[in-house]
């Protein structure tokens, strides 16, 4: 699964060779660094000093290693390189454009190969979770093969067979003909507490059958995945261990090995597991379906944070805030408005919007969310029948988002234009929308000019931008947003909550009002 968010790395996974090609791995190799403790008691016997345990710590994890370790696999794909990567090796860079390296053999048509490039070679790591033969492992080291085969413990080499893959929780079921496979269990329920010990299995850089171990640092870290709250470890995980389970020191799998934090390229010891609880339920639904069905209400949010509450007067409140409703879905159908905070779905709180996501997918086609709600001062509740999720794709797909970054034209002239909080505003015709590609179902007005000390230049509004709602009510004119302005200073808020329409997407700001 390609990564989003900068400085993490999905993909422990092993490059090993390209045919026709000097490819750079396009995954990083990570050697953790080495976690200090507490320095461990002497015991002196006679003039020899005895290295004792602390407290708690075993004796030793060979026990377990030779229980668990003959389930884990080594995943081996053979994909195609992007072509667009090739142009960016070192000493290609200057080949004339759309020339890269023909694989040995290439056919087809002429360019074909050139687009798709020479084939690749690449490992990561894998579990069976069951004896007739089927295999986790992470989507991202699949997702594009051409080929693949798992090699156990025993050096036995198996044709694999995907079965199913989950872009959204990157993981992907593998099956390979056989039976009578040793195999290892999920543990849902006994869940090892920060600081318990952990023993991570995999082949790391193509080194069958390693152990290494650590603890549990953290739980519901949140790196930009939207369906999983990770598990935080420090038992090294390095490049080929994607894909590869974490056990406690039972030999149960509490998670799937699949990120690490690496702001530079290198490691800095943070390593991130996909919960046992989340993997056993997407597996299941892959080897019974082969893909995942999860709820849809078709609405955008964001994160309703604490800047935003003291905005409207909500104090602490957390949840999520909509700020689009796809038109004719799910949402609008039910009556839910941008503006609305939704803080809790069928009783169960949400405090940010990947919580939102994740209990609204929960749902299936059908179904009937309760989402309780914060509309203006009042709380209300709202009954949404779910939809079906569409995939990763189909969503960038029919995102909205495709139009101009930036204004197309200049400002219209606008005589005695008011100013609003450093923004100078104007409201929106015909010419406007031709200036500055404003979508004809967009109502506000738009910002020509921003005093480069105001809070809202310093958080990123710009010409072009279109005010459409400050906290609960709607922008038609610059007064409707001086007139909030001044409501929120006489309630002694530090700032008012705007909505801010560009490129046919909306997002809410809070804007400090003390200048």
Same mark, same amino acid.
């Given at each position: 699964m390609t990564s989003k968010k900068t400085g993490y790395l999905l993909g422990a996974v092993a490059g090993i060779g390209v045919a026709a090609a000097a490819l750079a791995a396009t995954d990083v190799g990570i050697t953790l660094a080495e976690k200090s403790g507490p320095t461990m008691p002497v015991i002196r016997a006679s003039t020899a000093p005895i290295f004792a345990p602390p407290p708690g710590a075993p004796l030793s994890f060979a026990d377990i290693f030779e229980q668990v370790s003959p389930a884990v696999v080594s995943v081996n794909v053979k994909s195609r390189a992007d072509a667009n990567v090739l142009r960016q090796?070192?000493? *290609?860079?200057? *080949?004339p454009f759309g020339i890269i390296p023909r694989a040995p053999g290439g056919g087809g048509e002429e360019g074909e190969e050139e687009q798709q490039g020479p084939t690749q070679m690449s490992a990561g790591s894998g579990f069976f979770i069951s004896a007739d033969g089927y295999i986790v492992t992470n989507n991202h080291v699949v997702e594009n093969a051409e080929e693949i085969k798992v090699v156990l413990k025993d050096e036995r080499e198996l044709v694999a067979e995907i079965v199913g893959r989950d872009e959204a929780t990157d993981l992907a079921v593998l099956k390979v003909k056989g039976a009578n496979f040793p195999y290892v269990s999920f543990e849902n329920d006994a869940v090892p507490r920060v600081g318990d010990w952990v023993i991570a299995v995999g082949n790391p850089f193509g080194l069958t059958a390693t152990a290494t171990s650590g603890i549990v640092s953290a739980y519901g870290r949140d790196i930009g995945e939207t369906f999983v709250d990770f598990i935080q470890i420090d038992a090294p995980i390095n490049r080929g261990n994607s894909g590869g389970?974490?056990?406690?020191?039972?030999?149960?799998?509490?998670?799937?090995?699949?990120?690490?934090?690496?702001?530079?390229?290198g490691s800095v010891g943070i390593g991130f597991a996909i919960p046992a609880a989340t993997a056993d339920t997407i597996t299941k639904q892959l080897i019974a379906s082969g893909s995942v069905t999860r709820g849809y209400i078709g609405a955008t949010i964001q994160n309703y944070t604490r800047e935003m509450a003291l905005a409207q007067g909500l104090g602490d409140q957390r949840g999520a805030i909509v700020s689009d409703t796809v038109p004719g879905g799910p949402s609008a159908r039910a009556g839910l408005q941008p503006g609305d905070v939704v803080i809790a779905v069928n009783g169960v709180s949400v405090r940010t919007s990947s919580e939102l996501t994740r209990e609204v997918a929960k749902a299936t086609a059908g179904d009937t969310l309760r989402l309780d709600i914060i509309r203006g001062d009042a709380r209300r509740t709202i009954q949404v029948r779910s939809g079906v999720r569409p995939n990763e794709r189909e969503l960038a797909a029919n995102d909205n988002s495709g139009g101009p970054s930036t204004p197309r034209g200049q400002s219209p002239a606008q005589p005695a234009a008011p100013q609003v909080l450093g923004m100078t505003l104007a409201p929106i015709d015909d010419a406007a929308r031709r200036s500055f590609g404003i979508a004809a179902e967009v109502r506000g007005v738009v910002v020509t000019a921003l005093a480069s000390s105001s809070d809202a230049a310093r958080k990123g509004l710009r010409r072009g931008d279109v005010i459409v709602r400050a906290n609960s009510r709607t922008i038609a004119a610059a007064s409707d947003l001086a007139a909030e302005v001044e409501a929120a200073r006489k309630a002694g808020r530090p700032s008012v909550l705007v909505g801010v329409s560009r490129d046919g997407r909306t997002l809410f700001l809070p804007l400090d009002i003390a200048q």
């Open positions: 090796i070192p000493g *290609l860079e200057g *080949l389970p974490t056990f406690d020191i039972y030999g149960r799998v509490i998670g799937v090995n699949t990120a690490i934090f690496s702001p530079s390229g």
